[in-house]
């Protein structure tokens, strides 16, 4: 059976529970690589005007403590900026972060390493990664388009739902795998957050 961590999408994927000062947060990680160095990458990542581009409008202060907003999307705070190289922002909520590093790849290409964690009181089980999982892949595979000069997979289009169909059923294959949730509370957080991905597709 092909492994979904690694062939779809070109994204490879993890999740884990580990521990934390605060208790036992749930990471979902994700993993890509690029056709661009590391500078071109982290201003791609962190400028105003090319995250506009791949992503979604961003306004307000993209520096070590300021406040940011993603039109449409969550709100947060900067919380480290290390350039070319690493940057933490809380993600609409304080509990709730975000890490994306950028690195090299075993092939010596760049790669951008993106790491989401909540609280797994929050989260519950591992199925949390259902309702962030394939949001990030979507972003991850924009990233690409942008760096490649293609054009991107529209949104609200059918093939962004058929994107997200399958990047939901990759995701319940790492959770399954995983042990962070049992084969039930997969199937019952597939039923509950399809809809939320693609609605014509339920």
Sequence with gaps: MTD???????????IAV????TGLRLLVASRASYPATAAELWLSLTD?????RWFLPVTGDLNVGGEFQAEGNASGRVLRCEPAEL???TWGDE??????????????DSAVELKHSVPL??????????????????ALVALRAFHEGTPPIGLNTPQEQAFN????????????SSGTATPEEVAVGITET????????V
């Design 165 to 176: 169909r399958q990047s939901l059923l990759a995701w319940a294959l790492i959770v399954e």
């Design 87 to 89: 940057f933490v922002v």
């Design 121 to 138: 009181s929050l989260a519950g089980n591992g199925t949390g990664a259902f309702y962030v999982g394939p949001g990030w892949d979507f």
């Design 95 to 108: 509990s709730s972060i975000v890490e994306v590093r950028i690195g090299v790849d075993a092939a010596g």
């Design 4 to 14: 979904p961590s690694t062939d779809l999408f070109g994204i490879q994927r993890s």
């Design 194 to 201: 399809l809809p939320q991905w693609a609605p014509d597709l």
């Design 48 to 52: 105003a005007e090319q995250l506009s």
């Design 18 to 21: 580990e521990p934390s000062d």
